[in-house]
């Protein structure tokens, strides 16, 4: 699939690799010099923007958890050039897709912009929030996988009991725990977030199997989950053969139905 203007937008903003390597070097030494807090660990600012699959690919730890507390670690440093601090994050996993940690409480650390920003989305912990976490093993702590760019991506569709069989891809994993809907989900929230996630899952997996799980859902025992995922399809994918059951789907918010009618209409019409 070919960028969006938007992504290459970005992208051209981007800081390259080689400036990326000479800012963190600098950033490591005005730290080294200007000292901080004895029992935080020495790790060498990485600002490096990572699209999705990169993330997935340079973590060797990836988890779904819900944030629980970040703080500062180390004093702001760069003022003069990219200031940043080291920060401490504390996360409750409830599911490992890779690596072997606990399924429990974990901590990680990644460096923070600090003051104003004018570039691409940077990183963001939002408190009790569940994300799916890309990390990587450094100096004997967990560390995020690239720092003041996003390393992490919001989970809008509940707290998974299980992960997909074994045998799928991570992309497949990851795509799945954003599209399908679990435990716990809000459905308000997951139905105004979707088209986010969608994007990410096709992404990852292409459209065809994006259309796949959101065929899964059409079995769900939830009627609101059936009817977003019906109308999804044949929003989305134009793939409307799934409208005719929903519109006989009593469980289904009367809303959805009444969409499902009208966009079963645009089909006769389109035929005409």
Not at 227 to 245: G, Y
Request: proline fraction near 6%; aromatic fraction near 6%; hydrophobic fraction near 45%.
């Amino acid at each position: 699939m070919g960028r969006s203007p938007a992504v290459h937008r970005l992208a051209r903003r981007e800081v390259t690799a080689a400036r990326a390597k000479a800012i963190s070097f600098a950033l490591f030494l005005l730290a080294a010099l200007g000292g901080g807090c004895s029992h935080a660990p020495k790790l060498i600012p990485q600002p490096v923007r990572l699209m999705l699959g990169q993330q997935i690919e340079r973590a060797t730890v990836i988890v779904v958890a819900v944030s629980l507390e970040e703080r500062r670690a180390g004093p702001v440093f760069g003022l003069d050039t990219f200031p940043m601090s080291l920060r401490k994050v504390r996360i409750q996993v409830e599911n490992v897709v890779r690596g072997a940690v606990p399924v429990g409480p974990l901590e990680f650390f990644y460096y923070a912009t600090e003051g104003a920003w004018d570039g691409p989305p940077f990183n963001l912990i939002d408190l009790d929030e569940r994300s799916i976490y890309f990390l990587v093993r450094d100096s004997g702590v967990l560390r995020a996988v690239t720092d003041v760019y996003p390393s992490n991506i919001a989970v809008h569709s509940g707290r998974h009991s299980a992960l997909p069989q074994p045998g799928s891809s991570l992309q497949q994993t990851i795509a799945s725990l954003l599209v399908l809907p679990d435990q716990d989900v809000d459905m308000a929230v997951y139905a105004d977030k979707f088209y986010r996630d969608e994007y990410h899952a096709v992404e990852l997996v292409g459209e065809a199997e994006t259309a796949r799980l959101l065929r899964e859902a059409l079995d769900f025992r939830s009627g609101a989950i059936r009817s977003h995922a019906c109308l999804a399809l044949a929003e989305v994918f134009r793939d409307k053969t799934c409208l005719a059951a929903l519109i006989r789907d009593s469980a289904a918010p009367a809303a959805d139905r009444e969409r499902a009618r009208g966009l079963a209409e645009n089909k006769i019409m389109d035929a005409r």
